[in-house]
């Protein structure tokens, strides 16, 4: 896989990397900075860089209210600092899942100020 792709989140978890856009007609400039964007391994779209880095943030970089959004959504989230176990929600509410089993968690208050949040593949 390209190691230029990174994981981002938005509204939808996508792959994406940098890429230089199509020629603009108006200001014809091929160098029009943007990310391509892969949703579910297919090529969805490309975006210019404001559009983009506005409504997305890459992976291990998210706020608790990302990795809320994403648990509630179905996802597996972490913090980069862990260094196993993930959590989702369920129907209690939010899971701690480690190797040794699963029990219900609250988040500190470090938990939820950390910006370094990221989705869980494992």
Known sequence: MNDRIQEYVGFLSARAFEAPGPVDMQTRNPDKPGYVVCVDGKMATWLPQHVFEADYQ???????EHALFLAKNGKKVARVTWR???????????????????RLWRPTHADMLATDWRTHDA
């Open 58 to 64: 890459q992976s291990g970089r998210l706020g608790f």
């Open 84 to 102: 196993s176990g993930h959590v989702i929600c369920g129907p209690e509410g939010l899971m701690m899942i480690t190797r040794t089993g699963q």
